[in-house]
């Protein structure tokens, strides 16, 4: 297998990357062969995984616009992924261009476009880390230099949960970083559900090749998804489909009928 010039050293192009198969379903083209069949994989059980993501894409667009609205500078974007159009930074600094932005992600392919992307921008950084390991992200020189804690952030773990297993204490990662963050901070959030999917059957097919190419995928209930929200007051609406969360179509216009699928939430800190 041919390693494309953009590919950075070290990384074994033969193994999927749930942050590469997203850029694919976005339609990027940050992403390997493998990424590509494991993706057509997905979409063969769920053709509308395209749909879905884009609404991932856009509630955190809207939600990011909100905390921006609610005084909010400061972003630390978690699971970020690969940049596409319309990222955090962008979005937040067409409202406040003093915004301030760190991505995290532990796929080096999505650390090193981030880099390239925010090469010479002294209000944004990215750190190459693990949401299973806060400790890490908080001690990072690019978190403390960017990041003031003492005034509030929002934190975004936007489709990034449900590839953690509960063994592995998502809700204790997410408190220990809410723990950290200032009054005022906001939790933004978005995560797979087997609710407002229109065919569970096929949803469990998803899940099916995510645990063939050993990437878990965690489908929770309502439920379990707002405990991730202890510590914080969710903002209205609350924990919703994702494109019921203050949606911005006019009257009259319907929703793509898989954007509903997942949760999305925002809840501030007290």
């Known amino acids: 297998m041919e390693r494309p010039a953009w590919a950075p050293q070290g ?3 033969t193994v999927p990357s749930v942050s590469r198969i997203y850029d694919y379903y976005l339609g990027g083209s940050h992403n390997f062969e493998v ?3 494991a993706a057509r994989r997905a979409m063969a059980h769920l053709p509308g995984l395209p749909k879905i993501m884009q609404a991932n894409r856009a509630f955190m667009r809207r939600a990011v616009r909100y905390a921006v609205s609610e005084g909010v500078t400061q972003f630390l974007d978690i699971g970020s992924g690969i940049p596409t159009f ?12 003093e915004a301030r932005v760190l991505y995290v992600d532990h796929d080096p392919v999505a650390v090193a476009h981030s880099e390239a992307v925010l090469e010479g921008d002294p209000l944004a950084g990215v750190v190459a880390a693990d949401l299973r ?5 908080l001690r990072a020189h690019a978190f403390r ?3 003031d804690t003492e005034r509030p952030v929002a934190l975004l773990l936007v489709a990034v949960l449900h ?3 509960d063994s592995e204490d998502p809700a204790a990662a997410v408190a220990e970083l809410l723990d950290a963050l200032a009054p005022g901070s906001v939790l933004i959030l978005t995560h797979a559900a087997y609710e407002h999917i229109p065919s569970r059957q096929d949803a469990s097919g998803v899940v099916g ?3 063939d190419i050993r990437k878990p995928l965690v489908m929770r209930t309502a439920e379990e998804i707002a405990g991730f929200f202890a510590g914080t007051e969710l903002v209205d609406p609350g924990l919703v489909p994702m494109a019921e969360w203050r949606p ?4 009259g216009e319907e929703a793509e009928p898989y954007a509903n699928s997942g949760y999305a939430g925002v809840g501030r800190k007290a």
């Open 145 to 147: 230099a960017l990041i």
């Open 209 to 211: 090749v995510y645990r």
């Open 133 to 137: 390991k806060p400790a890490e992200i």
């Open 163 to 165: 590839f953690i297993e």
């Open 248 to 251: 911005e179509q006019g009257p």
């Open 86 to 97: 319309g990222s955090v930074h962008e979005v937040a600094r067409a409202l406040a261009p």
């Open 35 to 37: 990424d590509r069949e």
């Open 11 to 13: 990384i074994d192009i």
